[in-house]
């Protein structure tokens, strides 16, 4: 969505999402002193407040990185914004400190799906059914959000041409403010049920994920949400196989190869299109 309106790579998603994991270790241990017990609760209030304080970062980067270097040539904006996510993790690191943190499982128990002769089983787990279910729904709220609220017109109005947007009454400012908001929102959405799937979080966990993410978007096709959700999916599965049937420590290089692959053939993603100027 960023890149779609302003025409530059949020380098510093995945920081925002590592900050996400951190508040919802934070707001757990809160919770936890407070006494309150009930998961249900306890999940929807950590939720929440995961979403309210990652999106005022969220905003914040926008203000201070991007904003007063909007009309400036693209490499300043780029710098400012790989400065940006070096800042957050090292604020994170003095913050919270280089140990990685640890939660203890909130959702446990699964469902067998089938047992093997020799009484293998295979199973999903609550929280994977929550976590498929939730990445779903978020995104065809997106998509809809997209396409057919007054937010996602002015979005798609910037993308097109922000001085036109303008001039037909389209307040720029906010409507990329209002994306980088809602940008941050989901990455702390991810940073929460990635806390609840593995329990681990730690200062330096957003520099890769995030350099997945815009493997995702480019594999995908930039500025296309089925093409990124498609790219993550496809990343997560050709690591899975990697790591099962060949050398784990080579999965990233398996990922990025295919990468080059993909874009030798497709250089625009596999659901991006190429862009079509009419003089």
């Known amino acids: 969505m960023v890149y779609g309106i302003i025409g530059m790579i949020n380098f510093a998603h995945g920081e925002i999402y590592m900050i996400g994991a951190f508040i919802t270790v934070i707001s757990f241990v809160m919770l936890s002193l407070l006494g309150i017990s009930n998961v249900a609760v306890v999940l929807m209030i950590v939720l929440l ?3 309210l304080i990652t999106s005022l970062y ?11 270097l909007r009309h400036s040539p693209r ?11 070096v800042v957050l993790q ?15 499982p909130v959702l446990e128990g699964s469902i067998a799906l089938t047992q093997r002769a020799d009484g293998f089983v295979v199973s999903i787990s609550y929280l994977q059914i929550i976590i498929i279910v939730l990445t ?3 995104m065809a709220g997106v998509t809809l959000l997209i396409h057919r609220s007054p937010l996602g017109r002015a ?6 041409d922000k001085i036109m947007a303008a001039l037909v009454g389209v ?7 209002a994306t980088f908001l809602l940008g941050a929102a989901l990455a702390a959405i991810a940073g929460f049920m990635v806390t609840m799937y593995y329990g681990v979080v730690d200062f330096f966990m957003g520099f890769l994920a995030g350099m997945k993410a815009f493997t995702a978007a480019v594999l995908g096709g930039i500025g296309s949400l089925p093409g990124a959700m498609l790219g993550g999916v ?17 999965k990233d290089v398996a990922v990025f190869g295919i990468l080059m692959l993909v874009l030798m053939v497709r250089p625009n993603g596999l659901f991006g299109r190429p862009e079509i100027e009419k003089v």
């Open 90 to 104: 090292n604020y994170v690191q003095l913050l919270q400190g280089a140990r990685v943190k640890t939660m203890s």
């Open 155 to 160: 979005q798609r109005a910037c993308e097109q």
């Open 58 to 68: 969220g905003w914040s980067i926008e203000r201070v990185a991007y904003r007063p």
């Open 49 to 51: 407040v995961t979403m």
């Open 136 to 138: 779903t729904f978020l």
């Open 171 to 177: 307040n720029v400012d906010r409507t990329i403010s």
């Open 234 to 250: 496809m990343i997560g599965l050709i690591e899975s196989f990697w790591g099962g049937y060949m050398n784990a420590q080579y």
């Open 75 to 85: 490499l300043a904006p780029l710098i400012s914004a790989i400065g940006m996510s």
